[in-house]
Protein backbone atom coordinates (compact mmCIF):
# COMPACT_ATOMS: atom_id res chain seq x y z
CA UNK A 1 0.00 0.00 0.00
CA UNK A 2 1.81 2.76 -0.94
CA UNK A 3 0.28 5.59 1.72
CA UNK A 4 1.96 3.24 4.64
CA UNK A 5 4.00 4.13 6.93
CA UNK A 6 5.30 0.27 8.02
CA UNK A 7 4.90 -0.41 4.28
CA UNK A 8 7.35 1.88 3.82
CA UNK A 9 9.82 0.52 5.90
CA UNK A 10 9.30 -2.53 5.16
CA UNK A 11 10.43 -1.37 1.04
CA UNK A 12 13.19 0.70 2.83
CA UNK A 13 11.51 4.13 1.31
CA UNK A 14 12.41 5.42 4.73
CA UNK A 15 14.95 4.20 7.09
CA UNK A 16 14.34 1.88 10.49
CA UNK A 17 16.94 0.20 12.73
CA UNK A 18 16.29 -2.98 10.92
CA UNK A 19 17.21 -6.05 13.57
CA UNK A 20 15.54 -9.39 10.93
CA UNK A 21 14.46 -9.47 7.94
CA UNK A 22 13.35 -12.24 5.74
CA UNK A 23 10.93 -13.29 2.72
CA UNK A 24 8.02 -12.93 5.31
CA UNK A 25 8.50 -10.28 7.96
CA UNK A 26 10.33 -7.13 8.38
CA UNK A 27 11.30 -6.54 12.26
CA UNK A 28 12.77 -3.18 13.70
CA UNK A 29 13.07 -1.04 16.71
CA UNK A 30 10.18 0.99 17.57
CA UNK A 31 10.99 5.34 17.41
CA UNK A 32 9.83 5.66 20.78
CA UNK A 33 10.69 2.83 22.96
CA UNK A 34 8.44 2.08 25.96
CA UNK A 35 10.93 -0.33 27.17
CA UNK A 36 14.76 -1.03 26.99
CA UNK A 37 13.82 -3.13 24.36
CA UNK A 38 10.90 -2.16 21.95
CA UNK A 39 10.62 -4.04 18.87
CA UNK A 40 7.93 -4.00 15.77
CA UNK A 41 7.94 -7.15 13.83
CA UNK A 42 5.78 -6.22 10.98
CA UNK A 43 4.41 -8.78 7.78
CA UNK A 44 5.57 -7.71 4.72
CA UNK A 45 2.32 -8.18 3.08
CA UNK A 46 -0.16 -4.88 3.97
CA UNK A 47 -2.85 -6.29 6.46
CA UNK A 48 -4.56 -2.79 8.09
CA UNK A 49 -6.53 -4.33 11.37
CA UNK A 50 -6.13 -7.68 12.88
CA UNK A 51 -10.02 -7.70 11.84
CA UNK A 52 -8.84 -8.25 8.69
CA UNK A 53 -6.79 -11.73 8.65
CA UNK A 54 -8.15 -14.39 6.99
CA UNK A 55 -7.60 -17.83 7.36
CA UNK A 56 -4.48 -17.38 4.46
CA UNK A 57 -2.47 -15.57 7.59
CA UNK A 58 -2.43 -17.63 10.34
CA UNK A 59 0.66 -19.37 8.63
CA UNK A 60 2.24 -15.55 8.87
CA UNK A 61 0.93 -14.51 12.45
CA UNK A 62 2.66 -17.63 14.03
CA UNK A 63 5.54 -16.78 12.23
CA UNK A 64 5.74 -13.15 13.71
CA UNK A 65 4.68 -14.68 16.99
CA UNK A 66 7.91 -17.22 17.43
CA UNK A 67 10.12 -14.40 15.74
CA UNK A 68 9.08 -12.62 18.56
CA UNK A 69 10.31 -15.41 21.31
CA UNK A 70 13.39 -15.73 18.88
CA UNK A 71 14.33 -11.83 19.32
CA UNK A 72 13.73 -12.18 22.86
CA UNK A 73 16.30 -14.80 23.27
CA UNK A 74 18.80 -12.54 21.15
CA UNK A 75 18.23 -9.49 23.60
CA UNK A 76 18.80 -11.96 26.66
CA UNK A 77 15.46 -11.99 28.21
CA UNK A 78 13.43 -14.66 27.13
CA UNK A 79 13.92 -16.36 30.91
CA UNK A 80 12.73 -13.11 32.59
CA UNK A 81 9.88 -12.55 30.33
CA UNK A 82 8.35 -10.10 28.37
CA UNK A 83 5.45 -9.25 26.89
CA UNK A 84 3.83 -9.36 23.43
CA UNK A 85 1.02 -6.94 21.79
CA UNK A 86 -0.79 -6.18 18.87
CA UNK A 87 -3.23 -2.90 19.50
CA UNK A 88 -6.07 -3.02 17.38
CA UNK A 89 -8.17 0.05 15.88
CA UNK A 90 -8.76 3.41 17.96
CA UNK A 91 -9.81 1.68 21.59
CA UNK A 92 -6.73 -0.93 21.22
CA UNK A 93 -4.32 2.41 20.56
CA UNK A 94 -3.49 1.85 17.65
CA UNK A 95 -2.22 4.38 15.05
CA UNK A 96 0.16 2.61 12.11
CA UNK A 97 -2.83 0.60 10.43
CA UNK A 98 -0.31 -2.23 9.04
CA UNK A 99 -0.45 -4.84 11.77
CA UNK A 100 2.54 -5.06 14.01
CA UNK A 101 3.80 -7.37 17.25
CA UNK A 102 5.00 -5.19 19.75
CA UNK A 103 7.70 -6.77 21.46
CA UNK A 104 8.70 -5.14 25.11
CA UNK A 105 10.95 -6.66 27.40
CA UNK A 106 14.49 -5.52 29.46
CA UNK A 107 12.35 -3.98 32.56
CA UNK A 108 9.46 -5.81 34.68
CA UNK A 109 6.42 -4.76 33.12
CA UNK A 110 3.32 -3.47 35.07
CA UNK A 111 -0.46 -5.11 34.23
CA UNK A 112 -3.12 -3.87 33.02
CA UNK A 113 -2.06 -1.87 31.23
CA UNK A 114 -3.38 1.81 30.64
P1 LIG B 1 0.45 1.25 17.51
O1 LIG B 1 0.10 2.44 18.36
O2 LIG B 1 -0.16 1.36 16.12
O3 LIG B 1 0.17 -0.07 18.16
O4 LIG B 1 2.03 1.27 17.36
C1 LIG B 1 2.68 2.06 16.43
C2 LIG B 1 4.12 2.16 16.90
O5 LIG B 1 4.90 2.62 15.80
C3 LIG B 1 4.32 3.14 18.05
O6 LIG B 1 4.89 2.44 19.16
C4 LIG B 1 5.26 4.18 17.46
O7 LIG B 1 6.22 4.64 18.39
C5 LIG B 1 5.90 3.45 16.30
N1 LIG B 1 6.31 4.30 15.20
C6 LIG B 1 5.57 5.31 14.64
N2 LIG B 1 6.25 5.85 13.61
C7 LIG B 1 7.42 5.17 13.52
C8 LIG B 1 8.55 5.28 12.64
O8 LIG B 1 8.59 6.11 11.71
N3 LIG B 1 9.57 4.43 12.84
C9 LIG B 1 9.55 3.48 13.83
N4 LIG B 1 10.62 2.67 13.95
N5 LIG B 1 8.50 3.35 14.68
C10 LIG B 1 7.46 4.18 14.52
ZN1 LIG C 1 1.28 -1.31 5.03
Redesign the pocket.
Known amino acids: MTDC ?1 FCK ?1 VNRE ?1 P ?2 LIHEDDQLVA ?5 PQAPTHV ?1 IVPRRHIATLNDLGADADGIVGTIVRRAAAIARDEGFAEAGYRTVF ?1 CNADG ?4 FHI ?1 L ?1 LLGGRPLTWPPG
Open positions: LIIAAFRDINLNGQTVHH
